[in-house]
Structure formats: structure tokens, C-alpha cells
């Protein structure tokens, strides 16, 4: 979808939909709404008085203008209320309001920016959200279907209204950074709705690939010989009973100084996940294409920072296999010796993630990082303790998570701390290796991240279990129903932040 700006009024602009925001219990229309319900016969104040139309949350009303302004039909939607108002209502906002544009089958759209000078926001940031929100939800995959009919036919376009053209260059930064972070969540979803039989570790290599071609960024792929070279027990123990080899990803952008320590993100990329010898239950097995999140994370985060020319360098890490039962499978009871030479009993083949990631983050200890950042759908225990709104994390630098709270926050994907006290670690210890991959049911999400931990070397370190955001039951006003792709706007969110100190 292709987002402009220009300076203009309310009843001057020709538009297919004209969207206008409107807060909660603010019964004024405001000066640059007042020609405009004028000139429509005062329909506008009368839909708030008759409280049709009261500017709740996502709220929308759509009004057809019968020809008394340029623009064909205008769709009032709710923020909420003005002292609750936040970024992320902004996204949401859009994104609803992107939703019900389409269902009037209007391929282009315009909206107001709302409030620059009330809202306490920047234009830019504003921008961001409304560009952001807008791609998100219009987000459809339809790869597979055969219906053809206009409905599923996404927006071709949006035009940003301002009042002045002193900020129209700042709105335009913020839509860069909308687009880019739009783009590369729906980009991260098409990579996880696709099925298991297609998305295969080698097809994910060939999105590398596709990736790779973006300027400053550079491939390499370890295929299992170069991984058994190297001692990547981990990888190829989950790997070894597929029929798709594991592949092991490195992306390197580098937009940075030369000899400038990376960025390393690490990003789990088990294709599907059947459990292994340890079988998961058959009843919704079907999302375990969705295993992959992580590594799609990683894959549309480096296309972006490559798109948005940040001056970093960042490297991303994509243990890619399939996790499947067969004769050549890992037992329970088996012993598997990591790239960091540490061995691994293995108690249950469904806690494989750590294992591909253990290695992950050994390979990143190579690569003098100045931080990592390793990204995952690891335990059904995230669920347990948080729902589906908020982003497991766990670290062992308090600066780096103060970070990713900060970016969450104006990401729109929040995330929520939990310990990782050595104390979980009794739970972990092994009768024959100097671990297990499994620590019972008690703080599950914590002795995994735990477990990662053994394998971070001296560097700033941020876990991110994502288990319990990454897939959606039913769609919301920026998140499709199926894979979600939460994450990917948090660590592009964190690089911009990193880039760019965040305005107060």
C-alpha cells in the first residue's frame, strides 16, 4: 500500500473515504470539523448527540456524504478517551479502520491526523501508528484460496491530511517507519501461514536468499556437514528424523562502522513441530507451522533495518529444522553434546526450541556482539502465565530489557518481565549430562530461559518468548486471525530506538 501526504481541508479533499478520528466523551467537533459538518447539514454533531456515534475505542460510523463534500463517504472511528489516548490506540484505530473501509470495497482512503497539538505526541510518531495500523489490518493471506472476488483484494493507497505544511516532511518520516514496520510483520505472517509442506527449512534458506539481495546485507548457510563439523549438536539432534535437512541461517547487515560491534538477534525456526518421538496431542497441532515465528522475526527485522538504512550492524541467527518422529529421531534419554561442548540430556523431544537455540547463542558468543536478543515460541508456560497480550522476558542486562520495555511500549507489543534466579537451575540438573532440557511443570517459562542461559556468553542478553502472542484465535483491529507475527515490530521498534532516541 503506497502512503502520501499533502496539506489540505476537510471539505476540499475528493476521496473515496474520508476517516476522521473522534475521542470519548467530547462532545465539541472541533474547528476543522465544523465546515465540514456544515456542509453536511450538521449529520455529524447529530450522530454525537443522538450518541450513535459516542467515540468509543474502535467505535466506527460511516456516513454517505450524497455528494455535499468531495469526498464520497466519511468514516467517523473512536479513540477513546482523550487523557487514555496512546500510540498503540492510534494503530488499533487504523487498523479497524482499514477493516471497514474494505468492506465498502474503496480501494484508497484518506485520514486526519488527529490532534498534533493536543495529543503530547510527534507527528512523525503519529504518522508511524496510523501507517502501521492501517497495513496491519488490511492484512489478508490468501495464497491458497481461489476466490478471487473483490472483497479480498487489499487498499492500494493513503493520503495523510495535515493542516500545515510545516510538518509535512516529519509526517513523512513517520510514515517511512510505519511502512517499514507494516510491511515486515505482514511479511513475517506470510513466512508462518505458510503450511509445513511448503515452508520447509530449504525454502526458508531461499528467503534468506530473497532477503540477502536488500543493499549492505550479506548470506551464509550452514548446511548439517558444515554444522557436524562445527559440533552443532543441538541443530542436527532435533533435525536428524526429518526429511528436510536443518539448515543453519546468518544474515549480516552492515550498515554500521566497520569493525563496529553487531547486533545479534537469534531467532528460533523450527519449520513444524510435530514433538518428536514425544508426540504432541493431535487437537491443534496444525499451528506448529507457526514455530517459526521467531526466525521470521529475524528475517523481515533485517530487511527492514536494510530498507530503513539504519547505521547499525546486525547480524541475524535462523536455526532452521523440523522437529519430527522417525527412525532416525532423538529418544528421551539420549545425550546430545552443544556447539559450547556442554551436553544435553534430552527428556522430552518437545523441548526442542532450546536445544536449536542453545546453539544459536554459543555460534553468537563467536561474534563479539555488543548485545543479543534471542526471539522464540519456547513454552506453553508463557501462556499459562500470560495470556496472549504480553511478550515473555527475561535477560541478564537491565539496561538492554529497560530497552525493549521502552520499545514494547511504543511498538504496541508490550512485554513483561519474569526472574531468572539460579535458583531455578536445581531443576535442570541432570543423573548423566550436565543438564536437561525439561525442568518440570513449575516455572516452566523460566527454567527454559534459564537453560538458554548456560550458553550466553559474557554479553548483554534478552530472551523473548513469544508462545503466547504469536498466534490469534479470532481476528482483532490489527491482528489477523493465525499467526500474528508479534514481535518483528518490537525489534524493529528497538533498533529505531537504538537509532534514534525516542522524543519526550
Not at 72 to 83: A, F, M
Not at 439 to 452: C, H
Not at 467 to 476: I, Q
Request: proline share 5%.
Amino acid at each position: 500500500m503506497k502512503t502520501t501526504v499533502k496539506q489540505g481541508t476537510l471539505t476540499g479533499t475528493p476521496t473515496e473515504v474520508l476517516v476522521i478520528p473522534g475521542y470519548e466523551e467530547d462532545s465539541s467537533m472541533g474547528k476543522a470539523i465544523q465546515p465540514l459538518d456544515r456542509n453536511l447539514g450538521g449529520q455529524l454533531s447529530e450522530l454525537r448527540k443522538s450518541g450513535e456515534f459516542q467515540g468509543k475505542a474502535n467505535q466506527t460510523v460511516l456516513v454517505h456524504t450524497r455528494g455535499a463534500v468531495p469526498a464520497k463517504r466519511i468514516l467517523l472511528v473512536g479513540l477513546g478517551k482523550r487523557e487514555d489516548l496512546t500510540l498503540d490506540r492510534i494503530r488499533q484505530a487504523m487498523g479497524t479502520a482499514a477493516k471497514r473501509v474494505r468492506q465498502t470495497e474503496a480501494r484508497s482512503f484518506s485520514a486526519v491526523i488527529p490532534g498534533v497539538n493536543r495529543s503530547g505526541m510527534w507527528p512523525d510518531d503519529l504518522a508511524q501508528a496510523m501507517v502501521d495500523g492501517v497495513i496491519l489490518g488490511d492484512y489478508r493471506f490468501t495464497t491458497y484460496r481461489t476466490d478471487t472476488s473483490s472483497k479480498n483484494k487489499p487498499l492500494n493507497s493513503m493520503t495523510i491530511l495535515v493542516d500545515t505544511a510545516s510538518i509535512v516532511n516529519t509526517v513523512k518520516r513517520g510514515i517511512q517507519r510505519g511502512e517499514a514496520t507494516g510491511e515486515a510483520t505482514c511479511f513475517a505472517r506470510d513466512l508462518s501461514n505458510h503450511p509445513a509442506n511448503v515452508m520447509t527449512p530449504s525454502r526458508v534458506v531461499e528467503e534468506a536468499k530473497k532477503v540477502a539481495k536488500e543493499k549492505k546485507v550479506k548470506l551464509t548457510v550452514l548446511n548439517p556437514s558444515k554444522m557436524k563439523q562445527l559440533g552443532m549438536g543441538g541443530v542436527l539432534g532435533v533435525g536428524q528424523a526429518s526429511q528436510h535437512p536443518p539448515q543453519f541461517i546468518i544474515l549480516e547487515y552492515q550498515g554500521g562502522k566497520k569493525g563496529e560491534k553487531p547486533i545479534v538477534f537469534v531467532g528460533k525456526t523450527v519449520t513444524f513441530d510435530s514433538g518428536g518421538i514425544s508426540l504432541k496431542p493431535s487437537e491443534n497441532m496444525e499451528r506448529m507451522k507457526a514455530d517459526m515465528t521467531g526466525g521470521s522475526a529475524v528475517l523481515a527485522t533485517l530487511r527492514a533495518a536494510a530498507r530503513l538504512s539504519l547505521p547499525l550492524n546486525i547480524i541475524g541467527l535462523l536455526p532452521v529444522a523440523e522437529n519430527m518422529p522417525g527412525g532416525r529421531a532423538t529418544k528421551p534419554g539420549d545425550v546430545l553434546t552443544m556447539l559450547s561442548g556442554k551436553t544435553v540430556e534430552v527428556q522430552n523431544t518437545d523441548a526442542e526450541g532450546r536445544l536449536i537455540l542453545a546453539d544459536g547463542l554459543a555460534y553468537a558468543g563467536r561474534l563479539k556482539p555488543a548485545c543479543v536478543i534471542d526471539i522464540a515460541t519456547l513454552t506453553g508456560a508463557c501462556t499459562v502465565a500470560l495470556g496472549q497480550f504480553a511478550i515473555g522476558l527475561l535477560g541478564t542486562d537491565n539496561k538492554l530489557k529497560d530497552q525493549f520495555k521502552a520499545a514494547g511500549e511504543r511498538a504496541g507489543e508490550r512485554v513483561w518481565e519474569m526472574p531468572l534466579w539460579d535458583e531455578y537451575f536445581e531443576q535442570l540438573k541432570s543423573d548423566v549430562a550436565d543438564m536437561r532440557n525439561i525442568g518440570g511443570r513449575g516455572g516452566g517459562m523460566i527454567t527454559a530461559a534459564l537453560f538458554l542461559k548456560q550458553f550466553v556468553g559474557n554479553f548483554p542478553w534478552v530472551h523473548l518468548d513469544i508462545a503466547s502472542t504469536d498466534w490469534s484465535a479470532s481476528d482483532r483491529p490489527c491482528i489477523s486471525k493465525g499467526p500474528t507475527a508479534t514481535g518483528t515490530r518490537l525489534l524493529i521498534q528497538f533498533l529505531l530506538n537504538t537509532v534514534n532516541k525516542p522524543q519526550k
